[in-house]
């Protein structure tokens, strides 16, 4: 049984392929409207930041993602395959499951943290004592949602865009009749991390990018809808963190909400922007059930989002917030390689022929350029918990490495999983074009 109009409930059944362009851009937009980004902002600036690096920052790390993100939406449209599953080209059907195990935990820990910012905001707005009252109801609306995703992103392309552009603006407005410091008070110390930590978030939905873009009616509208979408929404929001951090003057972290709250009427406007926030934690709720589904295919994705939305608000109820920033950092360090692996394996290696049925081949020597890029990273931007940056630090010392601050980790990453994704690959001289055969074999 299927859900008309709505995506398949097993991968044996075909996607809709309903979602036109402005669809995309709404679906990707409203996804980059988070509130999470204003807090993420507050930890861009280092001390001693200007106000122009800050924002170049933003400008080149959602260039960056959003350009890689794009890349990756694509091969969902053209094979009508969710994320997880087109491992199954890169890696083969067991390998695939490395990078599923990977996107699991991603996309549940990301599911707690949006359920966690709708509740702390909503409690913030009504002057406290209610967050585990709202981590139970955000919690329950998003996992409800997760079951009839393409309805919401109608719902979203028809109403919410609007009412969120309007309390956006209006927020922009009033952190800008505070005072600003000098555009160029300050240094470029600090820039590539910050850029790298923008660059992140766009990179988190890669791995979930296809769970949505298989509905789309082709491949351009995929690209497009989710590079423009999102990098245009999420700047917008780092943009006005980094904004109200610098002229309300408040500490990183969740202090930036309070301070918007106290804006004349910022409270109705967070408000609003918390019932767009429900957007993202249905879609990673929902794209945990997909992925699962590369381990489980034919098990209703409707009772794997009712199971995920059940442990995600539980864990909701117990979660310290102040672990994001790490968490951002692992996230670019595990995936910026992979999906340097996939992008230059599908478009340049194999040439969009990928087997992605259950008895497509194992490929392990693709997980070289995978953990070498990783390595890569963290030997650049080994973050900041504390156990962890040491001991990279220590590899450092050894290794007699010394990477100047200008160092972009993601690009570095990027580069050396590319090139060695070059010498690790042979094309597979198919018959078949990939696409066909991957249609035919996830019913699209």
Wanted: charged share 15%; aromatic share 10%.
């Amino acid at each position: 049984m299927t859900i008309a109009g709505e995506p398949p409930l097993t991968l044996d059944q075909a996607p809709a392929r309903s979602l036109g362009l402005g669809d995309q851009l709404a679906l990707w937009a409203n996804l980059g409207v988070s509130l999470l980004l204003p807090v993420t902002a507050t930890f861009l600036l280092a001390p001693g930041m200007s106000l122009l690096a800050a924002l170049t920052a933003v400008l080149v790390g959602t260039i960056i993602g959003n350009v890689l993100l794009g890349l990756s939406a694509v091969p969902g449209a053209e094979t009508g395959a969710p994320a997880m599953v087109l491992m199954r080209g890169l890696f083969g059907r067991r390998g695939s499951y490395a990078p599923t195990v990977v996107n699991l935990v991603q996309c549940l820990g990301w599911s707690v943290f949006e359920i966690v910012i709708m509740a702390e905001t909503a409690n913030r707005v009504v002057g406290g004592g209610w967050r585990w009252q709202f981590v139970l109801i955000a919690g329950a609306i998003s996992t409800l949602m997760a079951i009839r995703p393409l309805a919401v992103v109608h719902i979203l392309k028809r109403y919410a865009v609007w009412v969120v552009l309007a309390s956006t603006l209006y927020l922009f407005v009033e952190v800008f009749r505070q005072p600003l410091p000098g555009l160029t008070d300050g240094d470029w110390n600090g820039f590539w991390p910050a850029a790298d930590l923008v660059a992140a978030l766009a990179v988190s939905w890669m791995p979930l990018a296809a769970d949505y873009t298989r509905q789309a009616k082709d491949a351009r509208t995929a690209f497009w809808g989710a590079s423009i979408g999102y990098a245009v929404a999420s700047a917008a929001f780092f943009v006005l963190g980094i904004l109200a951090l610098s002229g309300l003057r408040v500490e990183p972290g969740f202090d930036v909400i309070d301070a918007i709250i106290a804006i004349p009427a910022g409270g109705l406007a967070l408000v609003i922007l918390v019932f767009d926030e429900i957007d993202e934690g249905f879609a990673n709720i929902y794209s945990t059930a997909v992925s699962a589904q590369n381990l489980v295919p034919r098990v209703d994705r409707r009772l794997l989002a009712a199971g995920i939305g059940t442990v995600a608000t539980l864990l909701a109820l117990l979660l310290n917030i102040v672990a994001y920033q790490d968490f951002l950092f692992l996230i670019g360090s595990v995936f910026v390689p992979l999906f340097a692996v996939f992008i230059v394996d599908y478009y340049v290696i194999q040439r969009r022929r990928w087997d992605i049925t259950e008895s497509a081949p194992d490929r392990p020597l693709l997980l070289i350029p995978w953990i070498v890029g990783f390595v890569a990273y963290q030997l650049v931007n080994p973050g900041t918990v504390g156990w962890w940056a040491d001991w990279w630090m220590a590899r450092r010392t050894d290794l007699h490495l010394d990477p100047p601050a200008w160092l972009s980790a993601s690009l570095v990453a990027f580069v050396v999983a590319s090139l060695l994704t070059f010498a690790v690959s042979r094309p597979r001289h198919a018959t078949d074009d990939g696409t066909e055969l991957a249609r035919a074999t996830t019913g699209a």
